[in-house]
């Protein structure tokens, strides 16, 4: 096998039912992982790839049940591990499309280590990390990337942890792309997972996802309408940060190196940030903005091409083999110092 | 090859054959202690004989010069007869420091051959040594030992001193001196030490002229010096022929993988974090890309075992190793590998512990980690390595039958089995048992748990098996169809299908050779380590006609279905382990029989001498 052969066999057509297994769906009634599934199903076949080919790995926690509802391969882990998991299928398997299924707490928190080091080696996968500020499974603690003062069953006068925010995190472990999208928003969602899909090296996605049962509407400020045609920006390759009502647009401007707000008919039009998904320094400090001070950035914050992982490790194996040859274990163990006794 | 080397030339002195004689080398970590008892075990390798060696080192890179902490040393047994292990006390002590005296002398025999290097006795080093007046300078060192002061530093510059060398690097050469010094006393050839020494520093000629000047001055002051009246021969040992290599445990254990990888016909990923004393594993295996083995430096010990977990998943053989801290945080991953019924090869370099304890020494107290190790009951096949070459052959049948029985396998090494080396003969790789992977690729009946039914694994499905699409997982599943199951009897018809898996891999287990009479008054059992010292004592007390045999287990987990037959067929059991009482604890538990333990915990090799001693004892007190 050569590195990084995904997709070189042809697809059948398929449809969203293709990838849809026999198993029940166990998630609360009204988790936004029903959303996060269904566009997964959904944007399978589009992907071009025979599912056989397609492999989901998980750790544990609420979103980590995924797998089991794919009709691929799949492996359910342990709490964190997952990015270390596929590091080891990918380089075994290199010809496999590989998907890791996470959570905040799983992702950030126990397996924090795990999301830095994948990043950074950019190992040829797609990391859905669904972020909804609560451990769910364990019935509602406050997670990693819980507000500060947030108040649990762990915590019942507030946590004292400052929140990590996942895209600044990923930026900052040197992620080759970037992007965040909505449990809310099945369109957007779709094109996400299809470029992160399609992204050669680690495609990292966080899905703003709603617990209903233990931390509904954190996400409001994109959810609710209103709010949500005030706070989101749309970030689009090429194009200007430009967000809010049409009666009152508003652009993202930088000032010195400052991120500001203005209105967009107070600004000129060379004045305006055009967004670049190569500029990783600009999408570093788009990945830190929040409301209410600043729009919620959706989109691809940042997608370069890096040197990916296991293609180096196998360049390594076939540069080895196509010098020397197979290695050969009868040769070995009669190398070097050996003496006769007869 | 020359067997023996011709004696040198020049004033004849009177050379006495011995049996046998136990060397060390002692002296700062800077010395190149290392360095000089490998040359001198390649010598004895080339002169024929059987040895057995133990390195010790401070697992500090750079200890402070001089001090008691920072003495390294490396000792070898070299014999005429079977060497089993690298001897308890010394014939020849080699002192290139005070503070290497002060350490070693103890270990001394009265009447030995003590050889210092005078010049490194100045007030700075005797003080760090915690020395208050000169040792050389009191007679009674004189008295018990055969003391030979030598100024290996002067006479080594003198040697070089036309070379354009600086101080420090002229210093460095000194450990040359002494091993050229030994070389003389105990006959060895120094054509492999001066091959070396061309080879290693063929981009430097300078240093490769400093050290081949250096070595042939020590071993020409020993034919020369008044002070050396007599040296030594060591016949050839009697081994079986064939040809050999000097073989640590370490690189034993990576080429058994590498065996494993061209025998399968399947990759191997191999994850792995720094940790002494495993760490030459992965060092060594990333040099042979050529057979597939694609080594991760993962970022921590979970990653690494998690790594190998995930390339068996894909069809690939996942090792991992470590040593004892490191496996204990790989407990959770290898439950994962024990209920998702992967294959896994999991190798311990044990060293001292708990904790950090004592990483350079070696200790076997994971007996019971790799038991028993992990939540609830995940149970695993545990072997042992007896000697360093045994690493190969246990290596390989790890692989082998982790794949057959999908099941992880630790391999319990040691420091000492990892660094020591032996002299080893080479085998003929395609008498190796095959190891034949079978990948299911038949749709019709498929199920991720439908069982062989003479092993119980499961199939192993390789990812990209059209048709063949599932999930498997760290939650408890239905028998046969691999369904998430919470079902009460499920459940316990999964815990005794896991542990009955590996008691089936009891099949694969040779009957138990047992060395000495089939029933007696004594057994010793060993495992992992001893072997060396468990067998030479045993050996001499049946020279002396006492009734004891010993056995030496490689199968921990499970054990040899004929070994509670074989307890049964003598009055008392004794079971040396470098622990508190490990696998005794198992014996009595398996078998019910009033096995003893010989219990000792310091880091370091069961003396013979003291194994010996407790056999006494033992039948003292019929």
Redesign the interface.
């Known amino acids: 096998m050569s590195p990084s052969e995904a997709g070189a066999k042809e697809a059948p057509k398929y449809t969203k039912k293709d990838f849809e ?1 026999d ?1 029940d769906v166990r998630w609360c009634p009204g988790c936004g992982d029903y959303a996060i599934l269904s566009a997964v199903q959904k944007t399978m076949p589009d992907l071009g790839i ?4 397609i ?1 989901f ?1 998980s750790g ?1 926690g609420c979103s980590s049940r995924f ?2 509802y ?9 709490h964190g ?1 997952a990015p ?10 290199p ?2 499309k590989i998907f890791v299924v996470t959570g905040d707490g799983d992702g950030l928190s126990i397996g924090g ?2 999301m ?2 994948v990043l950074r080696r950019n190992v040829n996968l797609t990391i859905l990390l669904f972020n909804n500020r609560i451990y769910g499974l364990t019935k509602g603690q406050y997670s990693p990337t819980s507000e500060l003062g947030k108040v649990t069953k762990s915590t019942p006068v507030g946590s004292a942890d400052r929140p990590v925010n996942p895209l600044s995190f990923a930026l900052g472990c040197g992620a080759t792309f970037v992007a965040r999208t909505v449990d809310r928003n099945i369109p957007h969602m779709d094109e996400m997972l299809k470029r992160a899909a399609k992204h050669k090296g680690t495609g990292f996605v966080e899905i703003l996802q709603n617990c209903n049962v233990y931390n509904d509407l954190a996400w409001n400020v994109i959810y609710d309408r209103e709010s949500k045609v005030q706070h989101e920006l749309r970030l689009e390759h090429g194009k200007p940060l430009l967000f809010g009502p049409p009666d009152d647009r508003r652009a993202l401007i930088m000032e010195g190196v400052t991120p500001k707000v203005v209105r967009a008919k107070d600004v000129q039009e060379s004045a305006l940030w055009v967004h670049d998904e190569t500029n990783v320094n600009a999408a570093k400090l788009l990945a830190d903005l929040f409301a209410p001070d600043f729009p919620v950035p959706i989109g691809v914050l940042s997608a370069v091409d890096a040197p990916v992982y296991e293609d180096l ?2 360049e ?2 076939q540069k ?2 196509s010098e ?7 040769k ?3 190398s ?7 | ?1 020359g067997r023996i080397a011709t004696p040198a030339t020049g004033v004849e002195k009177s050379r006495i054959a011995l049996d046998r004689a136990v060397i060390r080398f002692a002296g700062d970590s800077g010395d190149g202690m290392q360095l000089t008892g490998e040359q001198f075990t ?1 010598e004895s ?2 002169a ?1 004989n059987d040895l057995a060696t133990l390195p010790n080192f401070p697992a500090e890179i750079r200890a402070p010069a001089g001090t008691l902490f920072g003495v390294s040393s490396f000792q070898l047994q070299f014999g005429s007869q079977r060497v089993y292990t690298p001897g308890d006390r010394l014939d020849c002590l080699v002192a290139m420091n005070p503070a290497a005296l002060k350490v070693h002398l103890r270990d001394l025999k009265t009447g030995g051959l003590l050889i210092v290097n005078t010049q490194a006795f100045d007030k700075r080093n005797l003080d760090k040594a915690g020395y208050t007046a000169n040792p050389l300078d009191d007679p009674t060192l004189a008295e018990r030992y055969r003391l030979h002061k030598v100024d290996m530093t002067g006479l080594t510059h003198e040697a070089i001193k036309d070379l354009a060398l600086n101080t420090k690097e002229k210093d460095r050469t000194k450990n040359f001196f002494a091993l050229g010094l030994v070389s003389w006393i105990y006959t060895r050839p120094l054509e ?1 030490t001066l091959a070396w020494i061309e080879k290693r520093f063929a981009k430097n000629k300078d240093i490769a002229e400093a050290n081949t000047r250096v070595l042939k001055a020590g071993h020409a002051f020993g034919e020369t010096a008044e002070i050396f009246s007599e040296h030594y021969a060591v016949e ?1 040992a009697e ?8 073989m640590t445990g370490n690189r034993a254990l990576a ?1 058994g993988i ?2 494993a ?3 399968s016909r399947v ?1 191997v ?1 191999y ?1 792995a974090y720094p940790i002494t004393p495993a760490s030459d594993i992965l060092h060594e295996l990333a040099m ?5 083995v ?1 080594t ?1 430096q ?3 010990e ?2 690494a075992v ?11 053989i ?1 090792v991992t190793a470590s040593s004892g801290p490191g496996i204990a945080l790989k407990g ?2 290898i ?2 590998a024990v209920t ?1 019924e992967l294959p896994l090869v999991v190798l311990n370099i044990q060293r001292a512990g708990p904790s950090t304890g004592m990483p350079t020494k070696t200790e076997q107290a994971d007996l019971m980690q790799a038991l028993y190790g992990r939540n609830s009951e995940a149970p695993v096949i545990v072997l042992a390595p007896a000697t360093p070459g045994d690493c190969f052959y246990i290596a390989y049948e790890a692989v082998r039958i982790a794949a057959k029985y999908m099941v992880p396998v630790i391999v319990l090494s040691d420091g000492f089995l990892a660094n020591g080396s032996e002299p080893w003969l ?5 008498t190796l048992p095959p190891i034949d992977i079978q990948f299911r690729t038949e749709r019709e009946g498929f199920f991720p748990y439908l069982r062989d039914p003479a092993t119980l694994a499961r199939p192993w499905v ?14 408890e599943k239905q028998d046969v169809t691999g ?2 199951s919470y079902d009460p009897e499920n459940h316990d018809h999964m815990i005794r299908t896991r542990a009955e898996k590996v008691r089936r891999a009891a099949q694969e287990i040779p009957p138990t050779s047992i060395n000495g009479p089939a029933t007696g008054d004594l057994l010793v059992v060993g495992w992992g380590g001893t072997y060396g010292a468990i067998t030479a004592a045993v050996e001499r007390a049946q020279a002396e006609g006492k009734s004891v045999a010993s056995v030496h287990l490689r199968h921990l987990n499970p054990l040899p279905p004929d070994l509670g037959h074989i307890l049964r067929e003598y009055r008392k059991v004794l079971v040396p382990e470098i622990n508190s009482g490990q696998l005794v604890r198992v014996l009595r538990a398996e078998y019910l029989v009033d096995a003893v333990g010989f219990n000792r915990v310091r880091g370091l090799p069961l003396p013979t001498e003291e194994i010996h001693e407790a056999i006494n004892q033992l039948l003292g007190s019929k």
């Open positions: 297994s198993q025979p599912k056989e080919d492999v790995i544990i797998p089991y794919m009709n691929t391969y799949g492996f359910h882990t342990i591990r270390a998991i596929a590091t080891g299928l990918r380089v075994a398997r010809d496999l280590n795990h830095l080091h490790i196998l390594q194996e080895a083999i020397r040859g197979p290695g050969d274990i009868a070995l163990l009669t070097g110092d050996t003496w006769k006794i007869s | 090859m390649t390798a080339w024929g492999p050839p081994m079986a022929p064939g040809l050999y290599r000097a080429w590498l065996a990888a061209q025998r990759p990923v994850g042979h890309k050529r057979f597939r694609r991760i993962a970022e921590d979970i990653a998690t790594a190998a977990i995930g390339a068996s998943f894909g069809g690939a996942g959770e991953g439950g994962l998702a080479i085998p003929d790789a395609s390789k990812p990209g098996t059209p048709g063949l699409e599932h999930r498997i997982g760290g939650i369904n998430i």
